[in-house]
């Protein structure tokens, strides 16, 4: 475990706004940023993927997720790329995967019948249903249990700090471009 007494910046003022270092103690927090949430994303989707009945990364964990909360249990692929944080290209990479097992399927636009969907299939709410207990103890193990509760709203918090207002974190929330006219 890091000695935490290393993040203050006692004897050390902060840098300012424009600068273009960061103080040593700043550059200590970035880093233990970087390395932490690198580090958890891959033992998150290293547990998902141990279980060879899952077999899943934990992107296309949260394609799952954000499907299944999702009214009729489908998005637009534009839509689910923005509630997952991928580029378009990298989605439909992901998605053509999971249509090979099964789990998700693309259809025509159910609304304008322009563009595509990504519609989680009956397999693929069967598989996020296996897979869901698995993902939680990860996130138990490797950040709640180690950080505790009150730590971690306060990482989300601070987190939130960094994501645009309508950034769609909350559970079933809209993207953030939904009711804005369908690209041409």
Same mark, same amino acid.
């Given at each position: 475990?890091?000695?935490?007494?290393?993040?203050?910046?006692?004897?050390?003022?902060?840098?300012? +706004?424009?600068?273009?270092?960061? %103080?040593?103690?700043?550059?200590?927090?970035?880093? %233990?940023?970087?390395?932490?949430?690198?580090?958890?994303?891959?033992?998150?989707?290293?547990?998902?993927?141990?279980?060879?009945?899952?077999?899943?990364?934990?992107?296309?964990?949260?394609?799952?997720?954000?499907?299944?909360?999702?009214?009729?249990?489908?998005?637009?692929?534009?839509?689910?790329?923005?509630?997952?944080?991928?580029?378009?290209?990298?989605?439909?990479? %992901?998605?053509?995967?999971?249509?090979?097992?099964?789990?998700?399927?693309?259809?025509?636009?159910?609304?304008?019948?322009?563009?595509?969907?990504?519609?989680?299939?009956?397999?693929?709410?069967?598989?996020?249903?296996?897979?869901?207990?698995?993902?939680?103890?990860?996130?138990?193990?490797?950040?709640?249990?180690?950080?505790?509760?009150?730590?971690?709203?306060?990482?989300?918090?601070?987190?939130?700090?960094?994501?645009?207002?309508?950034?769609?974190?909350?559970?079933?929330?809209?993207? +953030?471009?939904?009711?804005? +006219?369908? +690209?041409?």
């Amino acid at each position: 475990m890091t000695d935490t007494t290393k993040y203050t910046a006692e004897g050390e003022g902060a840098s300012v +706004p424009g600068e273009l270092w960061l %103080t040593s103690s700043e550059q200590l927090a970035w880093r %233990t940023f970087l390395y932490a949430t690198t580090l958890l994303t891959d033992r998150f989707s290293e547990a998902l993927q141990a279980d060879p009945d899952i077999d899943l990364t934990l992107g296309e964990y949260e394609i799952l997720v954000r499907l299944s909360e999702a009214d009729r249990r489908f998005l637009r692929m534009s839509e689910l790329a923005d509630k997952v944080v991928h580029s378009r290209s990298r989605l439909t990479h %992901t998605i053509t995967r999971m249509e090979k097992r099964g789990l998700v399927e693309r259809v025509r636009c159910t609304d304008d019948g322009r563009g595509r969907q990504a519609q989680l299939t009956d397999a693929g709410a069967a598989m996020l249903e296996r897979a869901a207990p698995t993902h939680v103890r990860s996130v138990r193990e490797h950040l709640l249990d180690v950080v505790g509760h009150d730590d971690l709203l306060d990482l989300g918090r601070i987190l939130a700090k960094t994501l645009d207002e309508d950034a769609p974190v909350a559970v079933g929330c809209p993207a +953030p471009h939904q009711g804005a +006219p369908a +690209p041409r």
